[in-house]
């Protein structure tokens, strides 16, 4: 069954991938369209990342998560190395929990 869903699921994503690529040449989209489509998709990643780091099982997620995501929000802004941010904001939720801070 498990196979099924996956199938399903790469023919649906490859289906409108194709039919993009497709239409794309058979329509013009009005210029204020074509200006605001990659602000809505940044705008939806920044939204999907901002849900992941406030909540957990549709309830907010306390104060370690965030004070983490803040602390690699920052460290990656003052362009520090990758490995740095991940492991300074992983480190700043895992201490505030073990301190008690959930």
Sequence with gaps: MLII???A???GTYGLRLAGVVLA???DLPDWLGRLL???AA???AALAVTAALTDAG???GVARPAGVLVGAVL???RAPFVLVVVAA???AAVLRLLGVH
């Design 43 to 45: 705008t939806l990643l």
């Design 38 to 40: 990659p602000v809505a």
């Design 59 to 61: 309830r907010l997620a």
């Design 76 to 78: 990656a802004w003052r």
């Design 5 to 7: 869903a996956i199938v």
């Design 25 to 27: 040449r058979r329509y």
């Design 90 to 92: 992983a480190g700043t």
């Design 9 to 11: 699921l790469a023919a």
